[in-house]
């Protein structure tokens, strides 16, 4: 579903990422992870062609991610860091406009979007603008518009960053129904959320590609008990720079 | 084609739903008012043209003001990274905003045709130089739009765009005065670049093609400009 092939990234003199490969078949749930700067946003941001890599190919159902731009963004789902949201607008106003930029027919739109909004229990705050909505809305909005034309892959940059816990419940809910359907990528840097939800593990530092592994594998080979344990191991904290 | 409409469609809802639209209509609207009121009570003449001058005038004022928000607030807010993961085109969110914010000025531009009704009524104005003062102002709108929307292109900050497009409308508007300055090479060309030579064709009855390409052409080279600086990541 998704191959990245030796994938940098630079920005002026900052590598952000250094020849990150690795494939990812249909229906799998992967966890990135990685301290905050590691570089987990910009390698999505390259997945969802919104920027291109300075080196390296990356391909998405057999599709080139520069090439074919646009049809792959049709068959992706994004949810940025921060859910990209138009204060100004209601609820459904925000799904509809997102539906026609996403190619849904008009005949069908009304029924995708009654669905999503049931999906991510959207329907009891429909018509409220959403400035006025709590965070846990505003990330279920941002999922909603993700998932609303179906996309085969699914990439979702810290889904629940900011949540309170009951929230987080919500939307870990929300992750775990979509993950039978379609193939799903997700960043975080909370760690006990990444051991419930994603089967294998890709772990970046410094822009560098330092473990691949599904997470039994991961537990056993640093004979950790969670995955805390692993990524503290990985990313001592007396290592840590000040400019990290 | 429907991309570029929905996008339309959602500018000119983002105009209404802030204040700022209702003041701006407002006050501009009671400004041109008073000046009309000023100009042909003090002329006597069943004509537009002074009216049309002032016009144009704050319009180099007013436009930047409109039309900052357009791309810079999206960048600011992250929006950009949904629209532009969307499998919708960079010409259709270029074409898409223009026309949006370039519907909310032919809506601050429509209720000044009343003005037109009001000489009609007390006088015997000629028609032509209104017609074609009025496209003039219209197709100049459409020319201060696409300067807004490309300088809203190149940053986040809406200060600096508004800025940055008041440099250039100030420069495209009084560039006939530095002609004086300049050697004699350069002044037709500067004349051709000044907006106010193409206006004032307009507003006394002159329907030149010249005129009309050269909104046109203007508007194009903006909207391409503005197509590639969407394009080039490096704001990203």
Redesign the interface.
């Known amino acids: 579903m998704v191959v990245a092939q030796n994938i940098s990234k630079h920005f002026g003199n900052i590598e952000a990422l250094k020849n990150i490969s690795f494939e990812i078949d249909r229906g799998e749930i992967v966890g990135f992870l990685g301290k905050n700067g590691a570089g987990k946003t910009t390698l999505m941001?390259i997945l969802?062609?919104?920027?291109?890599p300075s080196a390296g190919k990356a391909s998405i159902a057999g599709q080139d991610i520069t090439r074919n731009s646009?049809?792959i963004?049709?068959k992706?789902g994004?949810l940025?860091e921060?859910p990209?949201?138009?204060p100004?607008?209601t609820v459904r106003?925000y799904l509809k406009?997102?539906a026609?930029?996403?190619?849904i027919p008009a005949r069908t739109m009304r029924l995708s979007i009654d669905k999503v909004m049931d999906d991510c229990r959207l329907l009891y705050v429909q018509n409220r603008l959403i400035a006025h909505l709590s965070k846990g809305y505003k990330q279920r909005i941002g999922i909603a518009?993700a998932i609303i034309h179906e996309p085969e892959l699914l990439i979702l940059d810290e889904p629940t960053s900011g949540l309170d816990p009951v929230q987080i419940q919500q939307v870990r809910k929300l992750i775990k129904d979509i993950e039978h359907k379609r193939t799903v990528l997700l960043s975080t840097h909370i760690l006990s959320e990444i051991e419930q939800i994603a089967r294998r593990i890709l772990i970046i530092n410094r822009g560098e590609l330092i473990k691949d592994r599904p997470l039994e594998g991961l537990l056993k080979d640093a004979g950790a008990a969670n995955l805390e344990e692993v990524f503290l191991k990985l990313n001592p904290p007396q290592a840590q720079r000040i400019d990290d | 084609m429907t991309k570029t409409l929905a996008i339309a469609q959602k500018e000119l809802s983002v105009y209404f739903k802030s204040p700022i639209a209702y003041i701006i209509l407002i006050v501009t609207i009671t400004v041109f008012n008073i000046f009309f009121y000023m100009i042909i009570d003090q002329n006597r003449e069943a004509t537009l043209r002074d009216v049309f001058a002032v016009m144009e005038f704050m319009f180099v004022f007013l436009v930047p003001l409109l039309t900052m928000r357009v791309f810079a607030e999206e960048k600011a807010s992250g929006t950009m990274e949904f629209l532009m993961t969307t499998p919708t085109s960079n010409t259709s969110i270029v074409l898409g905003k223009y026309l949006g914010s370039f519907l909310f000025f032919s809506l601050l531009l429509g209720p000044t045709v009343i003005y037109y009704l009001i000489i009609e009524y007390f006088g015997q104005p000629d028609r032509r130089p209104v017609a074609t003062g009025f496209l003039g102002l219209w197709l100049e709108g459409g020319l201060f739009v696409a300067v807004g929307i490309l300088t809203s292109s190149w940053t986040r900050s809406q200060v600096v765009a508004a800025i940055t497009s008041y440099v250039i409308l100030f420069l495209l508007y009084f560039s006939a005065s530095f002609i004086p300055y300049t050697s004699e090479a350069f002044a037709p060309v500067i004349r051709y670049i000044s907006t106010l030579t193409h206006a004032a064709n307009f507003s006394v009855g002159l329907f030149n093609l010249a005129d009309v390409v050269y909104y046109l052409s203007g508007i194009a080279l903006c909207l391409i400009l503005t197509r590639i600086s969407v394009e080039n990541r490096l704001w990203r």
């Open positions: 941001r969802t062609s919104y920027l291109s646009l049809a963004r049709r992706i994004y940025p921060n990209p949201l138009y100004n607008m106003e406009f997102a026609r930029l996403k190619d518009q």
